[in-house]
Nanobody
Framework: QVQLVESGGGLVQAGGSLRLACAAS????????MGWFRQAPEKEREFVAV???????FYADSVKGRFTISRDNAENTVYLQMNSLKAEDTGVYSC???????????????????WGQGTQVTVSS
């Protein structure tokens, strides 16, 4: 059974940092794209960042320059380093993985087949 489990969320002051982790189990995702999405209260879930199987990374404009996505294939884990956090970064952050090997990048939820439960990030202003 494939599972994605996020950790690292919490409460932080504006300007602070958090590092999220998403540990995958049940299969290897070294050949697959993995991404992070977030959902703020009363808003639609939105794309945050994706890291391809090749290591290439892509970000939403709202987090570019502040967030960094990375992966450790040996640990089957993807990370999201979040710096200079703002109140508008508040939300539930979920990691996602595609089942397609060596796929192209996608910013859309429907591209991803596996999802974690999410971890709450709250940024106080």
């Amino acid at each position: 059974q494939v599972q994605l489990v996020e950790s690292g969320g919490g409460l932080v002051q504006a300007g602070g940092s958090l590092r999220l982790a998403c540990a995958a189990s049940g299969r290897s995702f070294s050949r697959n794209n993995m991404g992070w999405f977030r959902q703020a209260p009363e808003k639609e879930r939105e794309f945050v960042a994706v890291i391809k199987w090749s290591g290439s990374t892509f970000y939403a404009d709202s987090v570019k320059g502040r967030f960094t996505i990375s992966r450790d294939n040996a640990e089957n884990t993807v990370y999201l380093q979040m710096n200079s956090l703002k109140a508008e970064d508040t939300g539930v952050y979920s990691c996602a993985a595609s089942s397609q090997s060596f796929g192209g990048v996608s910013y859309y939820e429907t591209f991803y087949d596996y999802w974690g439960q999410g971890t709450q990030v709250t940024v106080s202003s």
